[in-house]
């Protein structure tokens, strides 16, 4: 059978969820931002003995904020704070209240535990299905939702958002990759939600199978829940016929939709502001920065009831734009986050991402877009090496692979600036990802 979209009507190009909302004045959303964060800063006080503590001890009550820069009077709260009141003591709402547990798959300690009302659930499906609508997704869309579903907020989290927009939802999961190819053979589907790295992995598989992606209907692809680059994109989109947008988003504020790139300028991802209250850091002086500078971004809730988070410091290194958006969209743009802090490299003096890596990388001739990187002691100092992949029709003699890793090594070298070892490997030899991908293995302890 062949699929035939020629029965839906035309979707309207300048669509928004909520344009109300999403096209509000700055001065207008600035006073639902304050009212708005003395309810949350009142709810935490009152109903969470972390917060509780941490206002009394830095001598601030929430009657202290009286305009938005007062936020600054007010402790962090950081990852390890859901940890030590691990599992509900965080919560400001009793357990039988909440109608939805996530946790971290929690593979060092104790996994972070966070929770929902019912309330806390619609306004996630709003925001995802605002997120959606804004990267161009459309209601009557048949949406393929490769996120993990279970614990990980991507899976539940793009599901609700896609339903709430009016798509109908094709609930695949990660893994299974033969088979989720046939499906979006025969079923169609015009987007198609994952990890940036699972989806080069749908790409590659397709690509073996003889199933070419790009001539079928898929023309959105909401990619997130990782760090990627630039050329990453240019890849997927080149590779699945599609327009990839960037989705942002974490367990501890709420799961992916906290930002959302729109389809129109993909240069930033709108942070909806009418529910979250965004701050850039330096995270050594933990002063905030002004507007544009790079630094921590750190989140409070506005409207969280069952876990409000107060100043929550992410680890993820960003900077904000208020410049107007081509789309008419006036909240804040996330510019595309780089990394954690935590997962920065100091590679002989040198600071680097995973992701700068991936920059230099992705693109290369007679290279795939596949790599991991190894950290190893080399002496005393942290050293860095690079498994990257030889594309199937290349020679693949030692020789041939040895001046590949040479050509890249030096790529690297002079890009970024570091030096470090660089193995061309087999087609197929580094592990592909069916979620988040591993992108460093950190070899230096034993
Ligand atoms: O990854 C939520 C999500 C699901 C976002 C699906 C987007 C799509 P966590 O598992 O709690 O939640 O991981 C959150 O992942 O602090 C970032 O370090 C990273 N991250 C998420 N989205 C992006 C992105 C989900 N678009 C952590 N770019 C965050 C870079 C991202 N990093």
Redesign the pocket.
């Known amino acids: 059978m062949t699929i035939s979209h020629a029965d839906r009507p035309a979707a309207d190009p300048d669509f928004m969820f909520d344009r109300e909302t999403e096209t509000m004045s700055r001065g207008a959303l600035a006073d639902l931002q304050k009212e708005r964060l003395q309810w949350s800063l009142a709810r935490a006080y009152d109903n969470v003995g972390h917060y509780r503590r941490s206002f009394d001890a830095a001598g601030v009550k929430p009657g202290d904020l009286n305009s938005l820069a007062d936020l600054r009077k007010f402790p962090f709260s950081v990852k390890t704070d859901l940890r030590d009141n691990y599992p509900f003591d965080i919560f400001a709402t009793p357990v039988h209240q909440l109608a939805r547990i996530h946790a971290?798959s929690g593979t060092t300690g104790k996994p972070?535990v966070v929770g929902y009302t019912q309330g806390d659930l619609d306004r996630w499906a709003d925001l995802m299905a605002r997120s959606m609508a804004g990267a161009g997704a459309r209601p009557g869309d048949v949406l393929h939702n490769a996120?993990g579903y279970g614990l990980?907020?991507?899976g539940l989290?793009?599901h609700a958002g896609a339903q709430r927009l009016g798509c109908a939802v094709v609930p695949v999961s990660g893994g299974g990759t033969e088979r989720q190819v046939n499906l979006i053979k025969d079923l169609g589907p015009s987007v198609l939600?994952a990890?940036p790295s699972y989806a080069l992995n749908i790409a590659e598989v397709a690509e073996k199978m003889g199933i070419d992606i790009a001539a079928l209907p898929v023309r959105r692809g909401?990619?997130?829940?990782?760090?990627?680059s630039n050329e990453m994109r240019t890849e997927l989109d080149r590779r699945l016929g599609l327009k990839s947008v960037?989705?942002?988003?974490?367990?501890?504020i709420m799961?992916?939709?906290?930002?959302c790139e729109c389809d129109v300028a993909r240069d930033g991802?709108h942070g909806w502001e009418d529910h979250f209250l965004f701050e850039v850091i330096d995270p050594e002086t933990l002063e905030p920065l002004p507007m544009g500078e790079s630094g921590e971004l750190v989140i409070t809730t506005l409207t969280k009831e069952a876990m409000p988070m107060i100043r929550y410091r992410?680890?993820?290194i960003t900077r904000l734009t208020d410049e107007p958006c081509a789309c008419g969209r006036t909240h804040v743009r996330i510019m595309?986050?780089?990394?954690?802090d935590d997962?920065m490299m100091i590679i002989r003096g040198v600071n680097v991402y995973p992701?700068q890596v991936e920059s230099v990388l992705v693109g290369l001739e007679g290279l795939s877009p596949h790599y991991q990187i190894k950290l190893f002691k080399d002496g005393p100092l942290d050293a860095m090496a690079v498994d990257v992949e030889i594309l199937p029709d290349t020679p693949a003699g030692e020789d041939d692979r040895a001046a590949k890793a040479h050509e890249v090594r030096h790529h690297i070298k002079s890009i970024i600036g570091v030096t470090c070892k660089v193995i061309a490997k087999l087609p197929g030899e580094v592990p592909r990802s069916e979620g988040?991908a591993v992108r460093v293995v950190d070899q230096r302890k034993g």
């Open positions: 971290s972070t996120y990980f907020t991507g989290g793009a939600c990890t909401l990619f997130g829940a990782e760090p990627w960037d989705v942002y988003g974490l367990s501890e799961g992916p939709g906290v930002a991802l992410t680890r993820d595309r986050v780089t990394g954690r997962d992701s988040k």
